[in-house]
């Protein structure tokens, strides 16, 4: 099926300066998620879960998340987001800047007097601290949330599956850190790997320099040993961790980059620097984004502007900015009307 042709318009540029902010964030904090993720499974003690799982205490397996830690590293691995929101927001201020030094001044008669920091950014407004601690409390409370549901899964289908003690606190030490749609994959991986199934070749994120040894495995039957299976299944719970903290840093920093754009627009428009009627946002496509046909119809539906205060219209809902998926990439670009800003 041929893919609709788009106006370039509707696409990011190579040069947007949201572009760049975006990658340099996302390069300074994935590794730092990734830490956190990693961090909250070593904190385990496995002698200690495997006697609470022993002794049916899914509650007490539950108490070695060491969540408080996890808390503080996110928050750590936060700072490059909101370096990412300030330096997107100080663009928009030097847009807003730039949009005042050029209107049209009515009275030509009158001396002119170019406009010196025109508009600057607070960086210390109450509504954009609190806009960032709530991102940054809403992704604590997920990856906490996350964590508690794949050890009380993993519990329920390790006891389903009649797996002793051990082999539960295994599978429990594998998926912490992952979200349940990884930890499910995992436990299909090792279920695969331990039936020879084909299936273990499938998943992208396999550790491909085992397959070798797992292709001939099931071609000739010889069961795999379970330090073979363990080393197949850590390799490949290591890089679902990577991905999923690649997909935190990239949506976090896409989320931060186009808030922070439309917080100085707010801030010029709230204290009556520029009228609100002035100005106009659009959604631009990332080129080559994986969701680019859903992401397409944000930008579809914004093509002549839509106002500072409303919300994109897109296939899943409604959106006040990108990101509209995980790992979106679009970005936002406002325009100011200068032929509707007062004289100077």
């Known amino acids: ?96 800047g730039q949009a005042l030094a050029s209107r049209v001044r009515k009275d030509t008669t009158a001396p002119y007097d170019p406009p010196q920091d025109a508009f600057a950014f607070d960086l210390f407004d109450q509504g954009v601290l609190d806009e960032v601690q709530e991102w940054q409390d809403a992704l604590i409370t997920a990856l906490s949330d996350d964590a508690r549901q794949v050890v009380f899964q993993a519990i329920i289908d390790g006891v389903k ?97 186009n808030a922070g754009l439309q917080a100085s627009y707010a801030q010029a428009i709230d204290r009556g620097v520029i009228p609100a009627e002035a100005v106009k946002q659009y959604w631009l496509v990332a080129p080559g984004d994986r969701e680019e046909d859903a992401c397409d119809e944000c930008a579809d539906m914004s093509a002549d502007g839509i106002p500072l205060d409303a919300q994109f219209e897109c296939s899943d809902g409604d959106f006040h900015a990108p990101p509209e998926h995980p790992r979106c990439q679009c970005t936002l670009k406002i325009r100011t009307n200068v032929d509707m800003l007062g004289p100077q």
């Open 1 to 96: 099926m041929l893919k609709r042709l788009r106006p370039a318009s509707r696409f990011q540029r190579p040069d947007d300066p949201l572009v760049r902010i975006r990658r340099a964030a996302r390069v300074k904090t994935k590794a730092s998620f990734a830490e956190a993720l990693r961090r909250l499974r070593a904190s385990i003690d496995r002698d200690k879960l495997v006697a609470d799982v022993k002794a049916g205490n899914a509650h007490g397996a539950l108490e070695h998340l060491d969540l408080g830690s996890l808390r503080e590293r996110v928050r750590e691995a936060y700072a490059p987001v909101v370096d990412a929101f300030n330096r997107a927001a100080a663009i928009g201020a030097k847009a807003i």
């Open 161 to 257: 599956a009649g797996e002793d003690p051990s082999a539960i606190a295994a599978d429990i030490l594998n998926v912490v850190g992952l979200n349940d749609q990884q930890a499910q994959a995992l436990m299909n991986y090792q279920s695969a790997l331990a039936n020879l199934n084909a299936a273990a070749l499938d998943p992208k994120l396999r550790d491909a320099s085992f397959d070798d040894m797992v292709a001939s495995a099931i071609d000739s039957g010889s069961p795999l040993s379970d330090a073979q299976i363990s080393d197949l299944v850590d390799a490949y719970a290591d890089r679902l961790i990577a991905y999923r903290a690649d997909t935190i840093a990239q949506t976090e920093t896409s989320r931060a980059v």
